[in-house]
Protein backbone atom coordinates (compact mmCIF):
# COMPACT_ATOMS: atom_id res chain seq x y z
CA UNK A 1 0.00 0.00 0.00
CA UNK A 2 1.63 3.43 -0.94
CA UNK A 3 2.05 6.19 0.65
CA UNK A 4 -0.70 8.67 -0.48
CA UNK A 5 -2.87 11.16 1.40
CA UNK A 6 -6.23 9.16 2.23
CA UNK A 7 -8.72 9.70 4.95
CA UNK A 8 -10.53 7.81 7.60
CA UNK A 9 -13.89 8.43 9.09
CA UNK A 10 -13.67 5.62 12.14
CA UNK A 11 -16.62 4.74 14.15
CA UNK A 12 -18.47 2.75 15.96
CA UNK A 13 -22.17 1.71 15.62
CA UNK A 14 -22.50 0.70 19.04
CA UNK A 15 -21.83 3.90 20.25
CA UNK A 16 -24.97 5.55 17.96
CA UNK A 17 -28.00 3.54 19.88
CA UNK A 18 -27.11 5.31 23.50
CA UNK A 19 -30.50 7.13 23.55
CA UNK A 20 -32.49 5.56 20.97
CA UNK A 21 -35.70 4.52 22.15
CA UNK A 22 -36.04 0.67 22.59
CA UNK A 23 -39.45 1.54 20.95
CA UNK A 24 -37.65 2.44 17.72
CA UNK A 25 -34.94 -0.57 18.22
CA UNK A 26 -38.06 -2.94 18.37
CA UNK A 27 -40.12 -1.31 15.79
CA UNK A 28 -36.85 -1.67 13.09
CA UNK A 29 -36.56 -5.36 14.32
CA UNK A 30 -40.10 -6.37 13.88
CA UNK A 31 -39.48 -5.70 9.83
CA UNK A 32 -37.21 -8.58 9.65
CA UNK A 33 -38.69 -10.96 13.06
CA UNK A 34 -42.12 -11.43 13.07
CA UNK A 35 -42.00 -14.26 15.53
CA UNK A 36 -43.21 -13.40 18.65
CA UNK A 37 -41.28 -15.28 21.56
CA UNK A 38 -38.16 -14.04 19.34
CA UNK A 39 -39.35 -10.36 19.70
CA UNK A 40 -39.96 -10.48 23.58
CA UNK A 41 -36.31 -12.69 24.30
CA UNK A 42 -35.08 -9.68 22.13
CA UNK A 43 -36.86 -6.79 24.59
CA UNK A 44 -35.65 -8.82 27.53
CA UNK A 45 -32.10 -8.34 26.27
CA UNK A 46 -32.24 -4.41 25.86
CA UNK A 47 -33.77 -3.96 29.27
CA UNK A 48 -30.93 -6.25 31.00
CA UNK A 49 -28.97 -4.74 33.84
CA UNK A 50 -25.44 -4.53 33.71
CA UNK A 51 -23.10 -5.57 36.10
CA UNK A 52 -19.60 -3.49 36.89
CA UNK A 53 -16.47 -4.20 38.48
CA UNK A 54 -15.25 -1.36 40.62
CA UNK A 55 -11.72 -2.61 40.04
CA UNK A 56 -11.71 -3.85 43.94
CA UNK A 57 -13.72 -6.91 43.71
CA UNK A 58 -16.97 -5.51 44.41
CA UNK A 59 -19.52 -5.41 41.30
CA UNK A 60 -22.19 -2.87 40.87
CA UNK A 61 -25.58 -3.41 39.28
CA UNK A 62 -27.40 -0.80 37.31
CA UNK A 63 -30.47 -0.87 35.36
CA UNK A 64 -30.44 2.38 32.55
CA UNK A 65 -31.69 1.16 29.84
CA UNK A 66 -34.34 -0.28 31.44
CA UNK A 67 -35.40 2.32 33.13
CA UNK A 68 -34.70 5.31 30.76
CA UNK A 69 -36.20 3.03 27.28
CA UNK A 70 -33.33 3.77 25.72
CA UNK A 71 -30.23 2.44 24.64
CA UNK A 72 -28.98 -0.99 25.00
CA UNK A 73 -26.76 -2.66 27.64
CA UNK A 74 -22.51 -2.31 26.82
CA UNK A 75 -21.38 -5.77 25.92
CA UNK A 76 -25.11 -7.22 25.16
CA UNK A 77 -25.65 -10.31 22.68
CA UNK A 78 -27.68 -8.35 20.76
CA UNK A 79 -25.72 -5.39 19.87
CA UNK A 80 -24.40 -7.17 16.63
CA UNK A 81 -28.01 -8.41 15.62
CA UNK A 82 -29.20 -4.74 16.11
CA UNK A 83 -25.82 -3.30 14.30
CA UNK A 84 -26.42 -5.44 11.62
CA UNK A 85 -29.56 -4.19 10.82
CA UNK A 86 -28.95 -0.99 10.65
CA UNK A 87 -25.63 -1.44 8.86
CA UNK A 88 -27.51 -2.98 6.00
CA UNK A 89 -29.48 -0.15 6.21
CA UNK A 90 -26.61 2.73 6.39
CA UNK A 91 -24.65 0.63 3.17
CA UNK A 92 -27.55 0.42 1.04
CA UNK A 93 -28.64 4.21 1.45
CA UNK A 94 -25.10 5.33 0.91
CA UNK A 95 -24.40 3.73 -2.29
CA UNK A 96 -28.25 5.03 -3.41
CA UNK A 97 -27.12 8.05 -2.59
CA UNK A 98 -24.03 8.45 -4.66
CA UNK A 99 -21.91 9.17 -1.63
CA UNK A 100 -19.38 6.06 -2.66
CA UNK A 101 -19.20 7.47 -5.74
CA UNK A 102 -19.29 11.02 -5.55
CA UNK A 103 -16.37 11.27 -2.84
CA UNK A 104 -14.61 7.79 -3.75
CA UNK A 105 -15.60 6.80 -0.18
CA UNK A 106 -16.02 3.48 0.45
CA UNK A 107 -17.41 1.48 3.71
CA UNK A 108 -15.85 -1.16 5.28
CA UNK A 109 -17.44 -2.94 8.05
CA UNK A 110 -17.51 -5.79 10.63
CA UNK A 111 -20.53 -6.01 12.66
CA UNK A 112 -20.80 -2.54 15.04
CA UNK A 113 -17.34 -0.93 13.91
CA UNK A 114 -16.63 0.74 10.51
CA UNK A 115 -13.91 2.76 8.75
CA UNK A 116 -15.05 4.94 5.55
CA UNK A 117 -12.23 5.34 3.20
CA UNK A 118 -12.05 8.53 1.68
CA UNK A 119 -9.65 9.98 -1.20
CA UNK A 120 -10.82 13.19 -0.16
CA UNK A 121 -13.45 15.96 0.93
CA UNK A 122 -13.76 13.60 4.20
CA UNK A 123 -15.79 16.43 5.40
CA UNK A 124 -18.36 16.11 3.27
CA UNK A 125 -18.72 12.67 3.63
CA UNK A 126 -18.75 13.14 8.00
CA UNK A 127 -21.50 14.94 6.90
CA UNK A 128 -23.31 13.03 5.09
CA UNK A 129 -23.18 10.04 7.13
CA UNK A 130 -24.36 11.87 10.27
CA UNK A 131 -27.10 13.00 7.89
CA UNK A 132 -28.16 9.31 7.31
CA UNK A 133 -28.47 8.41 11.07
CA UNK A 134 -30.32 11.17 12.12
CA UNK A 135 -32.76 10.09 9.35
CA UNK A 136 -32.06 6.34 11.05
CA UNK A 137 -32.93 8.16 14.51
CA UNK A 138 -29.35 7.04 15.67
CA UNK A 139 -27.72 9.87 17.60
CA UNK A 140 -23.81 10.75 16.50
CA UNK A 141 -21.39 9.56 19.60
CA UNK A 142 -18.59 12.03 19.19
CA UNK A 143 -16.64 9.29 21.61
CA UNK A 144 -16.68 6.78 19.07
CA UNK A 145 -16.24 9.10 15.88
CA UNK A 146 -13.70 10.86 14.53
CA UNK A 147 -11.83 12.09 11.28
CA UNK A 148 -7.96 10.66 10.47
CA UNK A 149 -5.66 11.73 7.71
CA UNK A 150 -3.50 9.34 6.76
CA UNK A 151 -0.55 8.73 6.89
CA UNK A 152 0.23 11.66 9.24
CA UNK A 153 -1.91 10.03 11.66
CA UNK A 154 -3.64 6.29 12.83
CA UNK A 155 -6.43 4.67 13.95
CA UNK A 156 -7.23 1.07 15.43
CA UNK A 157 -9.89 -0.89 13.47
CA UNK A 158 -10.52 -4.93 14.34
CA UNK A 159 -7.74 -5.26 16.86
CA UNK A 160 -5.13 -3.71 14.28
CA UNK A 161 -3.68 -0.13 14.35
CA UNK A 162 -3.59 1.39 10.60
CA UNK A 163 -0.81 3.58 9.56
CA UNK A 164 2.89 4.48 8.40
CA UNK A 165 4.86 1.72 8.84
CA UNK A 166 8.88 1.73 7.71
CA UNK A 167 10.29 -1.66 5.92
CA UNK A 168 13.25 -2.93 8.17
CA UNK A 169 15.53 -3.93 5.09
CA UNK A 170 14.84 -0.79 3.18
CA UNK A 171 13.34 1.76 5.05
CA UNK A 172 10.72 2.34 2.70
CA UNK A 173 7.77 4.30 4.30
CA UNK A 174 4.40 2.05 3.63
CA UNK A 175 0.48 2.20 4.80
CA UNK A 176 0.43 -1.18 6.69
CA UNK A 177 -1.01 -2.58 10.42
CA UNK A 178 0.29 -4.11 13.27
CA UNK A 179 -1.52 -5.35 16.50
CA UNK A 180 -2.74 -2.06 18.69
CA UNK A 181 -2.17 -1.50 21.98
CA UNK A 182 -5.44 -2.47 23.22
CA UNK A 183 -5.11 -5.85 21.76
CA UNK A 184 -1.64 -6.40 23.36
CA UNK A 185 -3.35 -5.42 26.98
CA UNK A 186 -5.79 -7.64 26.46
CA UNK A 187 -3.95 -10.64 25.60
CA UNK A 188 -1.55 -9.57 28.74
CA UNK A 189 -4.60 -9.28 31.07
CA UNK A 190 -5.81 -12.86 29.77
CA UNK A 191 -2.68 -14.55 30.54
CA UNK A 192 -1.88 -12.82 33.85
CA UNK A 193 -5.19 -14.38 34.48
CA UNK A 194 -4.93 -17.74 33.77
CA UNK A 195 -1.63 -17.66 35.27
CA UNK A 196 -2.68 -16.15 38.40
CA UNK A 197 -1.84 -18.08 42.15
CA UNK A 198 -5.12 -18.75 43.08
CA UNK A 199 -4.94 -21.49 40.33
CA UNK A 200 -1.32 -23.47 41.31
CA UNK A 201 -4.15 -26.14 42.03
CA UNK A 202 -4.53 -27.58 38.80
CA UNK A 203 -1.53 -29.01 36.59
CA UNK A 204 1.20 -27.66 34.45
CA UNK A 205 0.01 -29.52 31.38
CA UNK A 206 -3.62 -27.92 31.84
CA UNK A 207 -2.24 -24.46 32.24
CA UNK A 208 0.41 -24.56 29.54
CA UNK A 209 -2.35 -26.36 27.04
CA UNK A 210 -5.01 -23.06 27.89
CA UNK A 211 -1.92 -20.43 27.52
CA UNK A 212 -1.08 -22.37 23.81
CA UNK A 213 -4.78 -22.25 23.19
CA UNK A 214 -4.75 -18.30 23.63
CA UNK A 215 -1.54 -17.32 22.07
CA UNK A 216 -2.10 -19.75 19.10
CA UNK A 217 -5.32 -18.02 18.76
CA UNK A 218 -4.14 -14.62 19.49
CA UNK A 219 -0.97 -15.36 16.54
CA UNK A 220 -3.46 -16.47 14.03
CA UNK A 221 -5.38 -13.53 13.91
CA UNK A 222 -2.97 -11.03 14.15
CA UNK A 223 -0.50 -12.41 11.76
CA UNK A 224 -0.26 -9.11 9.20
CA UNK A 225 2.12 -6.65 9.34
CA UNK A 226 5.73 -6.11 11.44
CA UNK A 227 4.53 -8.26 14.57
CA UNK A 228 8.10 -8.94 15.40
CA UNK A 229 7.42 -6.74 18.62
CA UNK A 230 4.33 -7.37 19.81
CA UNK A 231 5.23 -11.49 19.65
CA UNK A 232 8.12 -10.72 21.68
CA UNK A 233 6.16 -8.57 24.15
CA UNK A 234 3.90 -11.35 24.70
CA UNK A 235 6.12 -14.23 24.84
CA UNK A 236 8.33 -12.70 27.19
CA UNK A 237 5.74 -11.52 29.67
CA UNK A 238 3.91 -15.65 29.21
CA UNK A 239 7.55 -16.84 30.03
CA UNK A 240 7.62 -14.67 33.24
CA UNK A 241 3.80 -15.45 34.44
CA UNK A 242 4.56 -19.17 34.32
CA UNK A 243 7.72 -19.06 35.55
CA UNK A 244 6.61 -17.57 38.48
CA UNK A 245 3.14 -19.88 38.68
CA UNK A 246 5.75 -22.51 38.47
CA UNK A 247 7.84 -21.72 41.68
CA UNK A 248 4.45 -20.79 43.81
CA UNK A 249 3.60 -24.20 42.91
CA UNK A 250 6.39 -26.21 43.58
CA UNK A 251 7.50 -23.53 46.22
CA UNK A 252 10.96 -22.74 44.60
CA UNK A 253 12.42 -19.90 46.02
CA UNK A 254 13.64 -16.97 43.84
CA UNK A 255 12.55 -16.02 40.39
CA UNK A 256 13.24 -20.00 38.75
CA UNK A 257 15.31 -18.64 36.41
CA UNK A 258 17.77 -21.34 37.08
CA UNK A 259 15.19 -24.14 37.56
CA UNK A 260 12.83 -22.78 34.52
CA UNK A 261 14.52 -21.39 32.22
CA UNK A 262 12.86 -20.50 28.72
CA UNK A 263 14.06 -23.93 27.11
CA UNK A 264 12.70 -25.80 29.42
CA UNK A 265 9.21 -24.09 29.07
CA UNK A 266 9.26 -24.51 25.41
CA UNK A 267 10.75 -27.69 24.99
CA UNK A 268 9.59 -29.52 27.87
CA UNK A 269 6.28 -28.27 28.83
CA UNK A 270 5.37 -27.19 25.05
CA UNK A 271 4.79 -23.14 25.73
CA UNK A 272 4.35 -21.81 22.29
CA UNK A 273 7.45 -20.01 20.92
CA UNK A 274 5.42 -17.06 19.13
CA UNK A 275 8.65 -15.45 18.14
CA UNK A 276 9.66 -19.00 16.52
CA UNK A 277 6.29 -18.38 14.49
CA UNK A 278 7.38 -15.11 12.54
CA UNK A 279 9.78 -17.37 10.00
CA UNK A 280 6.46 -18.67 8.55
CA UNK A 281 4.86 -15.01 7.99
CA UNK A 282 6.23 -13.39 5.37
CA UNK A 283 4.11 -9.86 6.31
CA UNK A 284 6.27 -9.72 9.70
CA UNK A 285 8.95 -9.23 8.09
CA UNK A 286 7.89 -6.08 6.29
Known amino acids: MNTGHQQVIDADLSGYFASIPHAELMKNV ?11 LIK ?9 DDGHGHRKRTTSNRDTGRGTPQGAPISPLLSNLYMRRFILGWKTLGYARRWSA ?12 CKGRAEDAMDAMRGMMERLKLTENDDTTHLCQIPQERFDFLGYTFGR ?10 IGTR ?10 ESITQETD ?3 ILLDGEDVVGRLNRKLISWANYFCLGPVRPAYRA ?6 QRLRRWLCKKHKVPGNGWARYPNQYLHQQMGLVNLPARIRDLPWAKA
Open 106 to 117: QIVNYADDFVIC
Open 30 to 40: ARRIVDRHVLH
Open 165 to 174: SYNQQTGRAY
Open 234 to 239: INAHVT
Open 44 to 52: QWLEAPVEE
Open 179 to 188: PSSKSIKRMV
Open 197 to 199: RSR
